[in-house]
């Protein structure tokens, strides 16, 4: 196990003058036995090594140093792997049960089983779910084009896994399981590089594994899931592409006569650092979020703005006077390439189903209402067509205001105020229960202890970014707020708990940013060693036992309430005086 921060990443980005002349206030400090950490090499603070379990851990074991090494090695895609593992059998287990199309799955299921058999949705007749869930293949596909007000991305991974399985509730929830259960295996490894720690990866994919939210949305042929996928995928190669941009910076500077790694101002202000494959990947795959649901616009705006600012942290690191001034010079204009009009093609390209037929909803509007428009020698009719469908889908969305039983204001959701009650049967004559009922129900609400205990976590992260100048920190910061405070603008809306399914993963990260706080640095690691000071430290071996004892507690009853909460998760059957036991919150109900 290891700390939430090795000495090599904390305060990489502020500069550290703890190797300069103690200040006034420093040499007070002292007096009380405050000992200063040194400076960090240069090199280890543009690319900060991997934290490597401790010889007691394999000693522990009998296990000998080269077996070892080979361990941790396989571990770094080993452990995520087996974390993946566990949640997809989690995912996957009886996935096409219930049997029934549970809440707006009688929309994206059937959108998407039009959209991939003829390229766009139809209108379907009302109350055909029972006789799809019969026999699907009695039910014909609508050629009437149908009023849809999502773009269509995230029906097309749906109808992929229809095609592949049927249209089936098993069929179109396939692809969404097999998302679910890629995130916890990129979260391990989006964790692992965040950290500098397989362990603390790994821990981060846990959370998300047993989280009850993301696992419910795992299991139903929703849209968020799908985005929070690609929200997830495009942060994990900005994270790729800051390391490789810092590396590039390490590899230019100066060396001197010792072998150390030496800022260099010009060097810092003036390297070109080249293509940036992974910041391009970012932005397609933040193209396709905003082409799945259009809160990925959001995301896209914050993320770009961050990784503007990773370059900005590294040349000040790197050496350079105005690393601002630098940053838009060289790297300002590419990065707006890379992302923005990237994902607005990615957008386009999205609707192409659309585009080649003419029975889509307003596909031809240019040609028939619109044939007067100011701006129809510019542009190409299908163009201006999407164009006016957009501004429709837009209008729809910011006046949908129609009360829901199940609605919550985003003030609410990370206490879970308002969960959703995606599907509820009561059975009677159930011997089991006092009243003679059994209950089944799929809601979609977060681990609780999971939840509550992220609230805590968030206001550590936001310390940490704002008066550590911890980089990671902001980053989840970042990850969260994207997700999350874009809603606060349509309070009148109606909107649902399950939006947060996209900021979820950023909560898991923040939960093992806290818990690595709380087992605190391993032995032998951190300031005495770095100050060259061997003696033991019985009061840190001690205060690090507590923590990993306190840390390994805490998840223990994480992944406990997320069995407690399982029968919920998954429409399981049970007893009513059991599930309303379970209704820990009146608002739950």
């Not at 999350?484 to 009148?492: G, K, T």
């Amino acid at each position: 196990m290891t700390s939430t921060a090795p000495e090599t990443q904390r305060g990489q980005d502020a500069g550290d003058p703890l190797g300069e002349e103690p200040t006034s206030w420093q040499r007070r400090l002292r007096r009380f036995g405050h000992v200063p950490r040194p400076e960090t090499p240069l090199r280890d603070r543009l690319d900060p090594p991997y934290t490597r379990p401790g010889r007691q851990v394999w000693s522990v074991f009998a296990i000998s140093p080269a077996l070892a090494d080979r361990l941790v090695r396989w571990s770094g895609w080993g452990g995520p792997l087996l974390v993946a593992l566990v949640a997809g059998v989690l995912r996957f287990w009886k996935l096409d049960q219930p049997h029934a199309v549970i809440f707006d799955e009688t929309y994206y299921a059937k959108d998407a089983w039009a959209l991939v058999n003829q390229g766009y949705e139809g209108s379907w007749p009302k109350d055909v779910d029972k006789l799809i869930l019969k026999d699907p293949s009695s039910v014909p596909i609508p050629t009437d084009p149908g009023y849809v007000v999502h773009p269509p991305v995230g029906k097309w991974v749906i109808g992929f896994g229809e095609q592949l399985f049927g249209f089936t509730p098993f069929g179109w929830r396939f692809m969404v399981a097999v998302l679910g259960t890629l995130s916890v295996l990129m979260l391990c490894r989006i964790g692992r590089r965040l950290f500098r720690s397989t362990f603390l990866g790994c821990l981060a994919g846990l959370l998300l594994a047993v989280d009850g939210l993301h696992f419910v949305m795992s299991r139903t042929a929703l849209l968020d899931l799908i985005v929070m996928f690609f929200v997830l995928a495009a942060f994990g190669c900005l994270v790729v592409d800051r390391d490789h941009a810092r590396r590039r910076l390490a590899a230019a500077l100066p060396v001197d006569e010792e072998g150390v790694l030496r800022p260099d101002a010009r060097i810092a202000e003036t390297l070109r650092l080249g293509w940036r494959p992974w910041r391009l990947a970012a932005g397609v795959l933040l193209g396709l979020a905003f082409a799945t649901k259009w809160n990925g616009l959001y995301v896209l705006a914050a993320f770009g703005l961050m990784t503007v600012l990773w370059d900005v942290g590294a040349r000040r690191t790197a050496g350079a006077a105005k690393p601002h001034l630098a940053v838009a010079r060289r790297d300002l204009v590419p990065a707006f390439v890379s992302t923005v009009p990237v994902a607005i093609v990615t957008y386009l390209v999205s609707w192409t189903g659309w585009i080649v037929t003419d029975k889509g909803y307003y596909r031809n509007w240019a040609a028939t209402e619109g044939k007067d428009s100011g701006w129809s020698w510019l542009l190409p009719d299908w163009l201006r067509s999407l164009w006016h469908y957009e501004t429709q889908v837009y209008d729809f969305h910011v006046g949908l205001t129609s009360g829901h039983t199940y609605e919550s204001n985003p003030w609410s959701w990370l206490v879970l105020g308002r969960p959703v009650s995606y599907f509820y049967e009561e059975q009677t004559g159930c011997q089991e229960s006092a009243t003679g009922k059994c209950a089944a129900e799929v809601l979609a609400i977060g681990t609780p202890l999971l939840w509550w205990l992220a609230c805590v976590a968030l206001a550590y992260v936001v310390w940490r970014w704002l008066f550590r100048r911890d980089w990671r920190a902001g980053a989840i910061a970042c990850g969260v707020a994207a997700g999350w405070l874009p809603w606060f603008f349509y309070q009148e809306r109606t909107i649902f708990l399950f939006y947060a399914v996209v900021f979820v993963p950023f909560l898991c990260l923040a939960v093992t940013m806290l818990l690595g706080a709380v087992i605190g640095p391993a032995a032998g690691r951190g300031t005495r060693a770095e100050l060259g000071l061997t003696t033991a430290d019985p009061t840190g071996e001690r205060r690090r036992t507590l923590g990993a004892i306190a840390a390994g507690v805490l998840v223990l009853l994480i992944i406990w309430n997320f069995i407690y909460f399982w029968p919920l998760y998954t429409g399981t059957s049970i007893p009513e005086d059991l599930w309303r036991d379970r209704m820990w919150l009146d608002t739950w109900v």
